[in-house]
């Protein structure tokens, strides 16, 4: 039945301005989970309270007109495209406010990509290109149906399906970061728990009120004393009952607030929180792009003197990034896509990319590019934000992508010759080596490194020697490259020096009597020894000029090829990625090799053949990435506990809310075990009956504790007409079974239980599905039994009427044939 949401006077009035209040703060929880992912911008509040107040203004037009379906779908498209300009669309709109074709176009657009544009770009997500669609639209659809269901639909529980949607797409849609779970987890219970119950009542009277009113005389003295009192005048025992419902709901209620806000801190203790956006693949393959290490010595040898780019507002010291390169395969050190260092869509690259907190000299170094081309972008340190500018300032800002991991941007478009843009960094310091000493290699996970030469692990080895000191080690492997090794980048009059830094070259450069290269092969060698022996480390390319021969380090640089690096970065915990600078000084070249002189030949001598030599020792594998059965075994183990700690958390809800149906579930089922099984035959017939009492108040009725079985019976007819018959023969039967001569018999015992348990089925199966369901989990006969046992318990209370009369009444021949 539909109750009447159009009445115009106080009465209904009030109740609908609650409804209105409620699930907009209900709402409001869910849209208050976008506030990471747009860095808590207030616009996102703003579209999201709009879509609320639209939803729930169009679900009462709906519900006031009765509006059809095809009207309230066409209202609700009509309201999203003239007025979500306003919410969803406000760089785009005239004034922020009039819709304007470009806003007309995010809306409709925003409908379908918004939500992959969501999840692939980088917190914060800016304003711009339709990120406000998401929790506009969101916040639309679930204060329309949730009003829907409030106002047109007689049972309130449905409400729950759209607020719960809202408030989970919250959090999937959302960053790892979660704003105040477990306050917001409380409110929600809070609000809605009292809200449901005051529905409920309130339907429960309507429809208790206008079935009296439309009884005959003779048929309202029935209702009256089969409901015991009208809801317009309850009596005392109903306001008492009234009022143990109430304080039984409260104690639950705070019972699962408790519980959420104290357990649910100690299961997310040391959890990584994971969102849909950790498993979304970004839209960019870095596989299809090569490495900027691998055009080092073009830089070097073909562009020396060409102008790469001007940096304009570069700290003195400091140095511009291009690329950490941390995967290796034995021919090329690349970014490896699949580390912690994907990459992300800046978005509108507003000037809050990412926190700026920590240590450190912030710049602003705005670059213009000259020959350089590439889709890698030099920045430095740690970017807080791009602004791109110029022709084609919106391609690149829409193929923008930064990882924070790494320090590195790269753009889709490509840089071409004449691009500008302004790049907002945060230089780190760099601490020294005493501060270093208090801290350990970081236990991160760097991608596996394939077809690495083995003289790579006997020359790590013999470089650290017994060091144990962590930063130690590091620095003894770029030490002795930079001190035992020689310059040279194979230009014409220098030392040859052979390009590149795979397998074949690390090789060559390593066993050689004089190591000869540039920061290509240096950096690179001290990387993989430094993975070799499980040290975290990694390559980055990247420029700076001599500042020594720099004039004016305020004027604007011009870096040409002749400034290309390549450095190695160590990740230290708590510290983070520290640099070290392996390549010796571009003055220390190798030393020629002396003039031998010619010697005479003599006769040839056969030789007799060299004795047999035991087989070398080879250096004991030292490959970091491969693990022992053992840690193989942790490693999973370290996996199932950290799923079962995502499944624990997932499930809390769940708990919290179904663990008191499930604790009234389990006691009941101990109750009619104990009432078939525990005491004499005639005390486990009374069990029986019990059973059909407790199902009927369980149902909705209301028995009276004094009376007797017959009476029982004879309420229960006038409740349940479809099981009247047999509702009246085994209340006969129990009382001929209790108090006939002599005990029965336990086949009569366990076949009163099976007519009983068909009863009990015939009742049930005479109300609705979800009647059926509530009495199942309702506590409304535990609660009479434990009435009737404190009664029992208290001295002296008088005898019941049931036994009274059956002492002036004859008593039956047998159990099995009760008397009329």
Excluded: C
């Amino acid at each position: 039945m539909k109750t009447d949401s159009t009445g115009t006077g106080t009465a209904a009035l009030l109740p609908r301005l609650g409804d209105w209040a409620l699930l907009t703060a209900v709402l409001a929880l869910g849209v208050l989970g976008f506030g990471p992912t747009f860095g808590w911008d207030p616009r996102f509040l703003v579209a999201g309270a709009g879509g609320i107040l639209l939803g729930l203004g169009l679900a009462e037009l709906s519900a006031r007109f009765r509006w059809g379906f095809w009207a309230t779908v066409g209202a609700a498209v009509g309201s999203y495209v003239l007025l979500g300009s306003a919410f969803a669309a406000p760089l785009e709109a005239i004034a922020g406010v009039v819709p304007s074709f470009a806003s007309v176009r995010v809306l409709v657009l925003g409908v379908v990509f918004a939500w992959k544009d969501l999840l692939t770009i980088a917190p914060p997500v800016g304003l711009a290109a339709g990120m406000l669609v998401v929790p506009f639209l969101l916040a639309l659809i679930g204060g329309l149906v949730s009003g829907l269901l409030a106002w047109r639909v007689r049972r309130p529980y449905w409400v729950l399906a759209p607020v719960v949607v809202v408030f989970t797409a919250g959090i999937a849609l959302g960053t790892d970061e979660a704003p105040l779970p477990g306050i917001r987890g409380a409110l929600l219970i809070a609000l809605l728990m009292p809200w449901l119950a005051y529905r409920r009542e309130l339907g429960r009277g309507a429809v208790e009120t206008i079935s009296l009113q439309s009884a005959a005389p003779a048929e309202e003295d029935t209702s009256r004393r089969s409901l015991r009192h009208a809801p317009g005048q309850p009596s005392a025992a109903a306001r008492a009952a009234r009022a143990r419902r109430l304080g039984f709901g409260a104690a639950v209620l705070a019972a699962a607030m408790a519980a959420s806000l104290g357990v649910s801190p100690l299961l997310t203790q040391g959890a990584e929180r994971r969102v849909l956006r950790d498993v979304v693949e970004p839209p960019v393959d870095l596989f299809d792009y090569p490495s900027p290490l691998t055009d080092f010595r073009r830089y070097v040898k073909d562009e020396a003197d060409t102008t790469l780019f001007t940096v304009e507002g570069l700290p003195k010291g400091q140095r511009i990034r291009l690329a950490a390169l941390d995967a290796y395969d034995g021919v090329v050190y690349t970014v490896d896509p699949g580390s912690d260092g994907n990459f992300t869509r800046v978005g509108d690259a507003r000037s809050d990319l990412a926190e700026g907190s920590g240590e450190g000299t912030s710049a602003t170094l705005k670059i213009t590019v000259g020959e350089y081309a590439g889709v890698w972008v030099p920045a430095g340190g740690k970017a807080t934000g791009f602004k791109v500018s110029g022709d084609r300032a919106a391609d690149l800002a829409a193929g923008l992508y930064y990882s924070e991991a790494s320090g590195t941007a790269l753009t889709v478009a490509q840089l071409q010759s004449g691009d500008t843009y302004e790049a907002s960094v945060l230089f780190p310091e760099e601490p020294d080596d005493a501060q270093l000493s208090k801290y350990r290699f970081s236990s991160n996970q760097l991608p596996r490194i394939y077809n690495d030469p083995p003289v790579l692990g006997s020359k790590a080895a013999d470089y650290v020697g017994d060091e144990e000191r962590p930063v130690q080690r590091a620095r003894r492997l770029q030490q002795i490259l930079a001190s035992e090794g020689f310059f040279s980048n194979g230009k014409e009059g220098e030392t040859p020096s052979l390009p590149g830094h795979g397998s074949a070259r690390m090789t060559r450069l390593l066993d050689a009597d004089q190591m000869v290269g540039d920061d290509e092969q240096y950096a690179v060698a001290m990387a993989l020894m430094a993975r070799k022996l499980g040290i975290p480390a990694r390559v980055v390319m990247g420029f700076y000029p001599n500042w020594d021969e720099v004039k004016d380090p305020s004027a604007p640089l011009e870096i040409t090829g002749d400034d290309v690096h390549a450095w190695v970065e160590v990740e230290f915990e708590t510290v983070g990625w520290v640099p070290f600078f392996p390549t010796p000084d571009e003055d220390n070249e190798p030393v020629p090799p002396q003039q031998q002189p010619k010697s005479t030949p003599k006769p040839q001598v056969l030789q007799p053949p060299p004795p047999p030599q035991e087989p070398a020792e080879l250096p004991p594998d030292t490959n970091a990435d491969a693990k022992e059965p053992e840690e193989q075994k942790d490693d999973f183990w370290a996996a199932f506990r950290y799923w079962l700690r995502i499944i624990a958390l997932a499930s809390l809800p769940l708990v919290v809310l179904l663990g008191p149906l499930l604790l009234v579930l389990l006691i009941k089922v101990r109750r009619r075990r104990l009432r078939r099984r525990t005491g004499t035959p005639s005390r486990r017939v009374g069990g029986a009956w019990k059973e059909v009492v407790s199902l009927a108040t369980d149902l909705g009725s209301r028995p009276s504790g004094n009376a007797t079985r017959r009476e029982h019976a004879e309420l229960l007819q006038r409740g349940f007409p479809a099981a009247a018959d047999s509702t009246v023969l085994l209340a006969q039967r129990a009382d001929a079974g209790i108090f006939g001569p002599g005990e029965p018999t336990e086949a009569e015992v366990q076949e009163y239980w099976k007519q009983v348990e068909e009863h009990l089925g015939r009742l049930a199966g005479s109300v609705g599905f979800w009647r059926r369901q509530r009495a199942r989990y309702s506590p409304r006969s535990l609660l009479l039994d434990a009435q009737m046992r404190t009664r029992r318990r208290t001295p002296g209370r008088r005898v019941l009427p049931s036994v009274r009369v059956w002492k002036r009444t004859r008593k039956p021949d047998h159990f099995s044939e009760p008397s009329g």
